[in-house]
């Protein structure tokens, strides 16, 4: 521990602020926090050590593979396979630290991959990839839960993510309903980490990587011609947006809200490419069929988020209104009106994005916040940059908006600015 914080709580006690009792709890407080750190660093590196370890071990035998019979061949596929079950089984039963198992357990994770890859490879064992990918992380999925192991619950996520693009975007282009499941498997290890771990980086990290994944992957979803992909995701966005603004993620720093900025971003972004007119007359046309798995998909993630969004009235966390949250709603209803014409639907998107530009102006000056504020003042730019291809406004009325927005970031900024130093002088 730190001397001068030894120092302070010597004199605290002298001075009878604090109890000695107190003074043994803070003492054990800071060195268990120092303790911690290199533990954690060292179960990072001793994860990308076995990594790195696994892969190096199949390049040189990869290097040497025409050379060797087909009996080595066999040996050498499963050998790390067995090393790695015999570290795992000796960290279970020696209940060794943290450190050990995800160690052993990544390294088993790829030496299942490896050994499964050169056996087909050796016995011409026929089959895809996505197929492979959807073998091998069934097999190491048990893994998650008989180790602990957030480094294998990170792989599972990331394979799992890489299966369902394989399977939905190149091997015959089919749903990957199994993707779900795969999901569902590893959520009981995430819930774990929100109730027990809700500040820690890998929970950041889980609370990223799942949104990121579901964007990933949604688009193997959609069928036919993919009128309905645009529906869906906007609704997806608003899912992820009404999940980042529940209590138990809003009430934290915005940094590891991943659901909150993920689904904010996306939602621009789709109203953006939604509000070009070519887009609809050419993508988006009037025949479109209801009665496809994408028209279907977006029902169940429309009840889904409403559901979300009826809950959160419910338990009064909603107290202010917020347009992000209601988007989903509003777009589906544009989304259907422009099946009979594109022009108003065209007119109140535009609309809507500038409103939700003022919004985030709004939030961001009522919490001080400069990254919102100018998150809202870039939504109101990107608007006028896309219109600015596809008008007919003449080069000086063009000029002048950008000047006008330009004011606008420094005006705000400087206002915000005065108004943050004002209340700190308070």
Same mark, same amino acid.
């Given at each position: 521990m730190n001397s001068k914080i030894q120092n302070d709580i010597n004199e605290l006690v002298e001075a009878r602020v604090i109890s000695t009792e107190v003074a043994a709890n803070i003492e054990t407080y800071y060195k268990s926090k120092k303790g911690d750190t290199p533990n954690r660093l060292f179960t990072v590196f001793a994860v990308l050590g076995s990594t790195l370890v696994g892969l190096g071990i199949i390049l040189i035998l990869a290097h040497n593979w025409d050379h060797f019979s087909r009996g080595i061949k066999t040996m050498f596929a499963f050998a790390p396979l067995l090393i790695g079950q015999f570290f795992v089984g000796y960290s279970i039963l020696k209940k060794k630290s943290a450190t050990w198992k995800e160690a052993s357990g990544v390294f088993l994770f790829f030496a299942v991959g490896a050994s499964m890859a050169l056996v087909s490879q050796i016995y011409n064992i026929p089959g895809n990839f996505s197929s492979y990918m959807l073998t091998w992380i069934l097999l190491c999925s048990p893994l998650i839960y008989l180790l602990k192991s957030h480094a294998?619950?990170?792989l599972h996520v990331v394979f799992a993510t890489n299966y369902a693009c394989a399977f939905g975007y190149f091997d015959g282009n089919q749903t990957p309903w199994i993707y779900l499941i795969l999901v569902a498997v590893v959520m009981p290890h995430y819930y774990k980490l929100l109730n027990e771990k809700k500040t820690h980086n890998i929970t950041s990290i889980f609370n990223w990587?799942?949104?990121?994944?579901?964007?990933?992957?949604? &688009?193997? *979803?959609?069928?036919?011609?993919?009128?309905? &992909? *645009?529906?869906?995701?906007?609704?997806?966005? &608003?899912?992820?947006?009404?999940?980042?603004?529940?209590?138990? *993620?809003?009430?934290?720093?915005?940094?590891?809200?991943?659901?909150?900025?993920?689904?904010s971003l996306g939602t621009i972004y789709m109203l953006l490419l939604t509000s070009f007119e070519w887009l609809w007359q050419d993508i988006l046309r009037d025949d479109m069929e209801l009665g496809t798995q994408g028209f279907y998909v977006s029902v169940v993630l429309f009840l889904i988020t409403l559901g979300v969004l009826i809950y959160s009235y419910s338990k009064k966390w909603i107290q202010n209104f917020n347009l992000f949250q209601y988007v989903f709603i509003m777009f589906t209803v544009i989304f259907f009106m422009g099946m009979s014409g594109n022009f108003i639907s065209i007119l109140l998107i535009n609309l809507l994005i500038l409103a939700l530009g003022i919004i985030a102006i709004k939030i961001g000056a009522d919490k001080l916040h400069f990254g919102i504020l100018n998150y809202g003042l870039l939504i109101i730019t990107a608007l006028?940059?896309?219109?600015?291809?596809?008008?007919?406004?003449? *080069?000086?009325?063009?000029?002048?908006?950008?000047?006008?927005?330009?004011?606008?970031?420094?005006?705000?900024?400087?206002?915000?600015?005065?108004?943050?130093?004002?209340k700190q002088i308070k």
């Open positions: 294998l619950a990170v990587l799942l949104p990121l994944s579901a964007v990933i992957v949604l &688009g193997a *979803f959609v069928d036919g011609s993919g009128e309905f &992909g *645009f529906l869906m995701y906007v609704i997806l966005f &608003g899912l992820l947006y009404n999940i980042g603004k529940l209590p138990y *993620f809003d009430n934290q720093i915005l940094r590891p809200n991943g659901y909150l900025i993920l689904g006028i940059v896309c219109r600015f291809f596809d008008t007919n406004m003449s *080069f000086v009325i063009r000029g002048l908006l950008f000047v006008s927005v330009g004011v606008g970031f420094f005006l705000t900024n400087y206002l915000m600015l005065k108004r943050q130093k004002s």
